[in-house]
């Protein structure tokens, strides 16, 4: 027979907290922002093929930090959602804010009722156009959803690359300030990241139905100067 | 949309009432496809058969329209699917053959048939490509050009005499443009040139470009020359592919 012990809730959960967080520490950062014409997401990542940054519709992108396996099945699952849900209705009813909850009921589900929390912390961006504002939700471990004005950052040192970051960019800029600003606040001021170890995708209006693309390590190496 | 409407309103329909062609090149496919869509009337006079599947792949559709605009959406949610979920799109080979069990599962199961053609630039092999199907999902690699539709017997009339393994893209935007023009004349299903309207068959090329569709006053400009030709000799080609 197995013998049961009480464990108080705020002890279970602030346990739980903390696991997730040691995990996502481990992980490198990202930072995502909305420039004058878009959104970009700058992304440390020495992988090449094993992407951080993704699309997920036409005017929706991805980002994970954390645990590979975790996240990239989220955007498994996000993209399954956006595409039956513009299959079933019509592309502009793919809502971005709703694709957020969704991620946020499963996170939260995974924290309070799985095996272990999910080391993740999941970012989804959104580009604006006249149905929707241009937007960005952070989506932490736990279920929280923030809905970040101008930028967002996830993964490890967050609160720091957070502050270099705002510190640098205080106003709506084009993109190759927000990407030189974006690198180097992810940098910090002891060491340069080589645009072979960026992963740099954006949402940007180019005249096509699917707005998203990745800058290749020529495109974010001429951008950043 | 519609090819042919659904059975009651068009009995005993076979012909999938329709003529879209696809004539490979050197260095890409052209297609051209006409845009009237046929019950026991002109239901439409300006329907688009041949849509971009996704960037570098084409689907013409003929039969049921309601069968194939589904089918037509299935496949362009489908390969899209795939390259976000992957990272990379699909070969040509694999959307060629992601259609064929679809379409079985519909026609041998269905009488609203649906067969399409799909053509494309395999970026692997640096060449234009066309996949035909029969009734059953049966799918056929051509290496020269292929018809679907109850014009296509006119229309590969008008191909056979006048392909050539060394056509360049002119050369086969004429060439198609003509077969058309030949299966618009015979098939009653078949929407030819209508300069009263200015609606015009579509033409679309694929290349290492992606999918390209013509503008109207360049398709236009090109079935009127044809048509100038064939009013001068008496409405016959005159022994010439003319």
Redesign the interface.
């Known amino acids: 027979m197995s013998n049961y012990f009480y464990v108080a809730p705020e002890q279970l959960i602030k346990d739980r907290a903390e696991f997730a967080q040691k995990g996502i520490a481990r992980g490198r950062s990202i930072v995502a922002a909305i420039y004058d014409k878009g959104v970009i997401l700058v992304a440390e990542n020495p992988s090449a093929s094993l992407n951080k940054v993704s699309e997920i519709y036409d005017r929706i992108a991805f980002a994970g930090a954390g645990k590979y396996n975790e996240f990239d099945r989220l955007r498994e699952a996000g993209i399954r959602w956006a595409d039956s849900t513009g299959f079933t209705y019509s592309r502009e009813d793919v809502d971005a804010r709703a694709l957020a909850n969704y991620y946020a009921q499963h996170l939260g589900d995974m924290f309070t009722e799985g095996q272990k929390p999910l080391e993740v912390e999941i970012l989804v961006a959104q580009l604006g156009n006249k149905l929707r504002p241009t937007k960005l939700y952070r989506i932490a471990y736990e279920g929280t959803i923030s809905d970040e004005p101008r930028f967002a950052v996830l993964g490890g040192d967050s609160e720091t690359i957070k502050t270099r970051f705002a510190h640098a960019e205080e106003s709506i800029e084009p993109l190759n300030v927000t990407l030189r600003n974006a690198t180097n606040a992810l940098a910090g001021p002891e060491r340069t990241i080589p645009a072979a170890e960026l992963e740099v995708g954006i949402l940007e209006d180019r005249g096509h139905r699917r707005t998203f693309s990745r800058l290749s390590d020529v495109q974010v190496s001429e951008l950043l100067g | 949309m519609g090819l042919t409407l659904a059975p009651h309103t068009s009995p005993n329909d076979s012909a999938h009432a329709t003529t879209v062609i696809a004539v490979r090149y050197q260095g890409g496919v052209v297609m051209v496809g006409d845009r009237q869509a046929t019950g026991f009337y002109i239901a439409s006079r300006d329907v688009r058969k041949i849509e971009p599947a996704d960037h570098f792949t084409a689907l013409a559709i003929s039969g049921s329209a309601a069968r194939a605009i589904e089918l037509l959406?299935?496949t362009q949610?489908s390969f899209?699917?795939y390259e976000?979920?992957t990272?990379s799109a699909l070969s040509l080979e694999g959307k060629a053959n992601y259609l064929s069990p679809i379409i079985q599962r519909n026609n041998l199961t269905s009488p609203l048939l649906v067969v399409p053609l799909l053509a494309g630039w395999d970026e692997s092999n640096l060449v234009g490509r066309i996949f035909e199907y029969d009734g059953a999902g049966g799918c056929y690699e051509r290496f020269d050009f292929a018809a679907i539709g109850s014009g296509s017997p006119f229309a590969e009339g008008t191909l056979r005499l006048g392909f050539r393994a060394d056509l360049d893209r002119e050369a086969a935007l004429e060439l198609g443009a003509l077969a058309l023009y030949e299966a618009g004349d015979n098939d009653p299903s078949t929407g030819g040139p209508d300069f009263v309207r200015n609606i015009y068959p579509m033409m679309v090329t694929l290349n290492e470009q992606g999918f390209q569709e013509l503008s109207v006053d360049e398709v236009g400009e090109r079935f009127r020359v044809i048509n100038v030709r064939r009013t001068e000799s008496g409405g016959v080609a005159g022994g010439a592919l003319r």
């Open positions: 959406k299935i949610l899209e699917h976000k979920m990272g």
